[in-house]
Nanobody, 118 residues
Framework: QVQLVESGGGLVQAGGSLRLSCVVS????????MAWFRQAPGKEREFVAA????????NYADSVKGRFTISRDNAKNTVYLQMNSLKPEDTGVYYC???????????WGQGTQVIVSL
C-alpha cells in the first residue's frame, strides 16, 4: 500500500503562487510514477502534471504549461507542485496520485483546497 498526504493549499490572489506538497509513504517502489490532479466545483477531476520515478520526463496539461512545475525530493519522499501565475480557473481541490501501472492511478491522497481570487 501507498499513503499520500497533501498539504500547501490555501487562498491566493490571481497572479500569486503556491507550492503543494505530497508526502509519500509505504510501498513507494510499488509506483511507477506520481501525478497531480485537480477537481473544480461541478467539474470532473482532471490531470495536471506527472512524472515517472525513473528518468526526468514530466508531462503537463496544456492549461498549466509554463506556470506549474512538478518536482520531487527523493530524500524526503515528497512530491511538489509549484504553481505560479495562478488564475481563478485554477481553483479546485488538488490531489496527489501514485500509479501502480502505466496509465492507471491507483493511490490517491485526500486532497488540498486551492482558491484563487480575483
Amino acid at each position: 500500500q501507498v499513503q499520500l498526504v497533501e498539504s500547501g493549499g490555501g487562498l491566493v490572489q490571481a497572479g500569486g503562487s503556491l507550492r503543494l506538497s505530497c508526502v509519500v509513504s509505504g510501498c513507494i517502489s510499488c509506483t511507477y510514477g506520481m501525478a497531480w490532479f485537480r477537481q473544480a466545483p461541478g467539474k470532473e477531476r482532471e490531470f495536471v502534471a506527472a512524472f515517472k520515478w525513473s528518468g526526468s520526463i514530466t508531462n503537463y496539461a496544456d492549461s498549466v504549461k509554463g506556470r506549474f512545475t512538478i518536482s520531487r525530493d527523493n530524500a524526503k519522499n515528497t512530491v511538489y507542485l509549484q504553481m505560479n501565475s495562478l488564475k481563478p480557473e485554477d481553483t479546485g481541490v488538488y490531489y496527489c496520485a501514485g500509479g501502480a501501472t502505466i496509465g492507471t492511478w491507483t493511490y490517491w491522497g485526500q486532497g488540498t483546497q486551492v482558491i484563487v481570487s480575483l
